[in-house]
């Protein structure tokens, strides 16, 4: 049964410049038919009987009126029962938002927003290609508390070319400073394909130093810690009791279901789990959606869905349950993974309990290196 849903909303006012989502500033379908779709989606899906999370992002779903908001929340709310204490997130961003459309948003139904603010600094800001300014993004989380959200988190992003210690220091501790539930904070990679790749090419960025953007992560984690944020996942934070329930679902394997253009599905069951993903591209979708088409089905193998459990469960710090695993798979990690967990706790990259298997500090910071030996070769 899937408790989760997931709402792909691929519209962009503009597409930043290092962003490689699926996501579009010139679509081919306007943001009102590709609303009608979703619902058109959602209803021929029938139903999965209790939801526990839904999760509006994108793209920029805070493009979308309350009003198509609630009507999307509504259309699910049809065929299932939304449970009362559910945890809905809209994404925002905030060159989009007012006060007026946040308490909208509210009244149809959404309790979290996730905001992505990025950087407190406007020339950073500029060099990411975001439509918004620092003093943009503080306005708009002010406008969320004034609205009545109760439950906010904000993206950020670390390790920018030409970022110092100092500049993401106060970037931090003014968002601190803001209060909010929740924060993600991502090292910027730089993506094929994108503006920024084309800069790098060309030689007019240079990528932030590694040792530097270390010095970034543990400033991270110490200055967050300190604040009271649980470190609960490789870039996540939140106060006791505000981690992303959405987010724990896709980490900790559980079922879920997506809509839109590109949207990922993943059902825990029968086998070893079944996965499908819509197409990205719009035309594309709305033909899956008018013709009723299903996407391909791919059925996972036991020795996947064991790796699933390793690169996807490690990335918390509560780590994976090794009993659990056992239990399963009906073999050890260490009789799969032979020498491998060893290894890296020697290393001091990986930690053993009596039942658990967690990254150490030392293993967030490698936490890369760490998963990819986890991933069966193809
Ligand atoms: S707002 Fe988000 S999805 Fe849209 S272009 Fe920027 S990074 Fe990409």
Redesign the pocket.
């Given at each position: 049964m899937c408790h989760a849903v997931y709402i792909h909303i691929p519209y962009?006012s503009?597409?930043?410049s290092?962003?490689d989502?699926n996501?579009t500033?010139t679509p081919v379908i306007p943001l009102e038919q590709y609303t009608e779709l979703l619902k058109k989606e959602i209803r021929s899906a029938g139903d999965f009987k209790e939801l526990a999370t839904i999760y509006l992002g994108?793209?920029?779903p805070s493009l979308l009126t309350p009003g198509a908001v609630a009507a999307i929340i509504n259309e699910l709310g049809r065929g299932n029962a939304i449970l009362p204490d559910a945890e809905i997130t809209l994404e925002a961003?905030p060159g989009t938002v007012t006060r007026a459309s946040l308490e909208g948003y509210l009244a149809g139904g959404v309790n979290r927003l996730s905001i992505?603010v990025q950087s407190m600094d406007d020339r950073e800001l500029a060099f990411l290609?975001?439509?918004h300014s620092a003093g943009e993004a503080a306005a708009a989380f002010e406008a969320a508390r004034a609205a009545g959200f109760t439950n906010i988190g904000i993206d950020l992003m670390h390790s920018l070319p030409g970022q110092t210690l100092e500049g993401w220091r106060i970037t931090l501790e003014t968002a601190i400073a803001m209060g909010p539930e929740h924060i993600s904070a991502y090292g910027l990679t730089i993506e094929p394909g994108t503006p920024l790749s084309a800069s790098l090419d060309a030689g007019e960025i240079v990528p932030q130093d590694e040792d530097l953007a270390v010095e970034m992560f543990e400033l991270t984690a110490e200055l967050l810690g300190k604040a009271g944020y649980e470190h609960y996942e490789i870039s996540n934070f939140a106060l006791p009791g505000y981690r992303s329930r959405h987010n724990q679902v896709y980490w900790q394997r559980g079922s879920y279901r997506g809509f839109g253009a590109g949207a990922h599905s993943f059902q825990r069951e029968p086998g070893y789990g079944v996965r499908w993903a819509n197409p990205a591209e719009l035309s594309s979708y709305a033909s899956l959606v008018t013709t009723g088409a299903v996407p391909d089905n791919e059925l996972l193998q036991k020795k996947d869905a064991m790796a699933e459990i390793f690169f996807l469960g490690l990335r918390m710090l509560d780590g994976v349950d090794l009993e659990s695993f056992r239990r399963e798979f009906g073999a050890s990690a260490d009789a799969v993974y032979p020498g491998v967990i060893d290894r890296f706790v020697a290393l001091g990259l990986l930690r053993r309990s009596a039942t658990k298997l967690q990254l150490t500090p030392q293993g967030v910071l490698l936490a890369n290196a760490v998963l990819a030996e986890f991933i069966p070769s193809p």
């Open positions: 962009c503009r597409k930043c290092y962003c989502f996501s500033a994108g793209g920029t961003n992505g290609g975001r439509i």
